[in-house]
């Protein structure tokens, strides 16, 4: 499974929601301006988040986007299901070799795995603590 932009495009946005949560909402351009991103590419992959209920909008002056809910109770996974539709490697449902089917379930569940047990605070926390180590999944 190959994440296009969208899916990590919509982690870079809600990366940021989680950073300011709770302080005040903020705006694409503001998100788009700090990550050097398309701002209307951005106002793309926000609706389907608030359609999901991952984000909320805040009318008016200095309206913008929160996140709906704490950041440690987001995964990766919600959001990149969201994005990029169901996680799968390959489309192996019709595969009749039994052990290419396993490996490909195998795959799939592993995946699944690392993506539902990193929250979005754990991506933000990483992140902020300036590491240049890369962030280290055992699958």
Known sequence: MKISTKGRYGLTIMM????????????LKS?????????????????PLRNAGLVKSIRGAYGGYMLSKPAAQITAGDIIRVLEGPISPVEFEEEEDPAKRDLWLRIRN????????????????????????????YI
């Open 16 to 27: 940021e929601l989680g950073r300011s949560s709770g302080e005040r909402p903020l705006s």
């Open 31 to 47: 998100i788009a301006k700090t990550n050097d991103l398309s701002e209307h590419y951005l106002e793309q992959l926000v609706s």
């Open 110 to 137: 592993s995946i699944t795995e690392v993506l539902d047990s990193t929250s979005l605070e754990d991506l933000i926390e990483f992140k902020d603590s300036g590491s240049d180590e890369y962030y280290m999944f």
